[in-house]
């Protein structure tokens, strides 16, 4: 079994995005991003991130379907 980071740092989680880092921060100051603090440090859950994701997925409309 493959041990799978769970913790994600803001330039590992701006890759996994693919976002800017300074996206990561703002998102973070503004409470748009699910973190925890860790000695001063950011990061970022990726279970809670996964989450965040599927929580803004945008569905396709019908129209779309033909």
């Given at each position: 079994?493959?041990?799978?980071?769970?913790?994600?740092?803001?330039?590992?989680?701006?890759e996994?995005?693919?976002?800017?880092?300074?996206?990561?921060?703002?998102?973070?100051?503004?409470?748009?991003?699910?973190?925890?603090?860790?000695?001063?440090?950011?990061?970022?859950?990726?279970?809670d991130?996964?989450k965040?994701?599927e929580?803004?997925?945008v569905?396709r409309?019908?129209?779309?379907?033909?």
């Amino acid at each position: 079994m493959r041990n799978e980071k769970r913790l994600f740092s803001v330039p590992e989680l701006s890759e996994y995005l693919s976002l800017k880092e300074r996206t990561i921060y703002n998102w973070a100051s503004q409470r748009k991003i699910p973190f925890v603090k860790i000695g001063g440090a950011l990061r970022f859950d990726k279970q809670d991130i996964d989450k965040m994701i599927e929580g803004n997925k945008v569905e396709r409309h019908k129209i779309w379907d033909s």
